[in-house]
């Protein structure tokens, strides 16, 4: 099964605002430059202000998942353009762009690994490709690894970044919301737990599907997480929004998500509360 | 050039004058009006046939379509509207209860956009509220429990937009409303009668069978929403409509819908006794087919329905 490049350091991925060439970049929140080598060893959190910063899914999967025990599943499923959109450029060539850009065929890697020995099986959405959109094969391989995952009888983690479902495949993108949430059928009727890790930013169809029906929801602090977006909540109702609206933290006081977890600690944070779920014994992490 | 639909409105403007006249003077113009009549009814159907999707969004959207409400009172008999999601609320975007269609026991979900301005606003043009999607999860607990068949019928240009909405968990009521559709034990025939806006559509659109309205539309996101991310200006919707192949043809090539539901000529507003004795025989015949099926059977059913629905290619 291919790698993926796994095993591939990379640069942090690239952020608004000014780069530093090479060896830095600028953190978007407190502005300060940090060493690559240095995000790369802190979970690509800054080490000045804490801001969490966004990852690809391959450096997503590289924070969450013992070294070494990734085995990628997805990527033989890729896109097509079956209603031959096009808006101000036809979908195959936004497609290729992003695949060009990611090295993936969509916006999604899925796979099996180990979280501090226990076995796992994944999903990680790719926001770098085209915004994390979920159409068709984010869809399928989500529902594919939700289906590896119940019949290897282990957990399903699921680390959601989207804006959305994709515009660009229609009334076939909003169906998806409907086919990922019978595939994790599966797994409650086989007593397998389903952890999602809502990130930034998942909104839009797939807040209002798989990201939110797990058994628990975990968010990352300050992720944007929410089903409307912001512009649209405020070109509806033509007021200001309350500051920190649609943080992490503004969910969890309104008791929409479990836990709000930093980055560093989701690692020991799963083990444990997966070893509890599986009945397996306590992880040297949690001694 | 003139269209067949400039030629139709003129034809229209003339018949009306006739006809008018006729009543005024009592005079017997049926030979005048006849063909004219028929010619009318010729270029309705030619116009229907040839519409752009645009144009049948803007049927789906017509002042004067039958809503939910208007369904239900010429279909079903004994409905008893059961208010509120027992946490927070009620929602009046979204309406639901124990009721006979065409004589049948069913639990009815349906999204009511309002007939006249004050309950256009106090039902917020069909677009929900979480507590509405909570409602609708309560009411297939229910369903389920007394092994009535869900019928939904699905008109909202989208879930509602709104800071609390956004607090009470928009999107996890949704989603908490198609895992709840996804486990139903019974049968599940939906109907989209006007807009199926998105997610809060979808909210209630998993059913066994899926049927729409000729006129109306389905999508991911409305044709507005659409042109104002690709271009940044909600005046090309109409280009978006034609992107999104959002129509009732369109949904039925992409397999999503098992049924195109025919409507009068012109619209269901124009008649709506006759788009109500379309769409009660549809879903009853629906209702029908699947009342032979044990619960199993049906949640297996639905699953694979939904699970199937995807375009890609494997290498
Ligand atoms: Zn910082």
Redesign the pocket.
């Known amino acids: 099964m291919a790698l993926d490049r796994f095993f591939r350091r990379r640069r942090p991925q690239q952020q608004a605002g000014a780069e530093l060439p090479d060896l830095w970049t600028q953190?978007?929140?407190?502005?300060?430059g940090?060493y690559n080598r240095d995000l790369d060893l802190n979970a690509h959190v800054?080490?000045?202000?804490?801001?969490h910063l966004r990852l690809d899914a391959g450096q997503r999967l590289e924070v969450l998942l013992d070294p070494g025990s990734f085995q990628q599943r997805s990527g033989r499923v890729h896109p097509v353009d079956p209603l031959g959109f096009e808006d101000t450029e036809p979908y195959p060539a936004r497609l290729a762009r992003a695949q060009k850009k990611t090295g993936r065929p969509d916006a999604i890697l899925t796979g099996t690994g180990t979280i501090l020995g226990l076995p796992v099986t994944v999903a990680a959405m790719d926001f770098a490709f085209s915004g994390g959109s979920m159409g068709s094969v984010v869809g399928e391989e989500i529902a594919r690894a939700a289906e590896h995952a119940a019949g290897a009888g282990t957990p399903f983690v699921l680390v959601a970044a989207s804006g959305g479902a994709r515009m660009q495949e229609s009334a076939l993108s909003l169906m998806q919301m409907a086919k990922t949430t019978v595939a994790l059928e599966g797994l409650a009727e086989r007593g397998l737990p389903y952890v999602s890790i809502l990130s930034d930013p998942t909104t839009g169809g797939v807040t209002a599907s798989f990201a939110t029906i797990a058994d628990v929801i975990v968010a990352e602090p300050g992720a944007l997480i929410g089903f409307a977006g912001p512009r649209v909540i405020q070109q509806t109702i033509r007021q200001n929004l309350p500051e920190g609206f649609q943080r992490a933290e503004f969910l969890l006081e309104h008791g929409m998500v479990d836990a709000v977890v930093d980055r560093r600690e989701h690692r020991t944070y799963l083990r444990s509360l997966l070893g509890v779920l599986t009945r397996q014994p306590a992880g040297e992490a949690s001694a | 050039m003139s269209t067949p639909a400039d030629t139709l409105r003129e034809l229209e403007a003339r018949l009306r004058d006739l006809e008018d006249a006729a009543q005024r003077t009592g005079q017997d113009l049926s030979v005048a009006l006849t063909p004219l009549r028929a010619e009318v009814e010729r270029l309705r159907g030619e116009c229907q046939a040839h519409l752009t999707r645009w144009e049948r969004v803007g049927l789906a959207r017509a002042p004067g379509r039958p809503t939910a409400l208007d369904y239900v009172e010429r279909l079903c008999t004994d409905f008893a509207e059961l208010h509120g999601d027992r946490a927070y609320g009620d929602d009046p975007a979204l309406i639901g209860g124990p009721a006979r269609w065409g004589g049948v026991p069913v639990m009815l979900l349906a999204q009511q956009k309002g007939r006249d301005t004050k309950s256009k606003i106090r039902r917020r043009f069909g677009m929900s509220n979480p507590e509405g999607y909570r409602k609708a999860i309560r009411l297939m607990d229910f369903a389920d429990r007394f092994g009535l068949p869900v019928v939904t019928l699905i008109d909202t240009p989208g879930a509602y937009p709104g800071i609390e909405a956004e607090e009470r968990g928009q999107g996890w009521a949704i989603a908490g409303s198609i895992q709840r559709m996804v486990r139903l034990r019974v049968p599940a025939v939906c109907a989209v009668i006007g807009e199926g806006g998105s997610g809060g559509a979808l909210a209630l659109g998993v059913g066994n069978r899926v049927l729409i309205q000729e006129n109306a539309w389905y999508s991911v996101i409305s044709p507005e929403g659409a042109a104002s991310i690709i271009w940044k200006d909600a005046a090309k919707a109409p280009q978006a409509a034609e992107a999104l192949q959002l129509t009732a043809p369109d949904l039925l090539r992409l397999g999503l819908v098992e049924e195109v539901v025919p409507e009068p000529l012109g619209g269901a507003h124009r008649d709506p006794d006759a788009a109500a004795a379309a769409l009660g025989e549809a879903v009853s015949r629906h209702l029908a087919e699947l009342s032979a099926l044990g619960p199993d059977e049906l949640k297996a059913g639905r699953a694979a329905r939904f699970r199937a629905m995807g375009a890609f290619r494997e290498v």
């Open positions: 953190c978007p929140q407190c502005k300060e940090v800054c080490p000045r202000c804490g801001h």
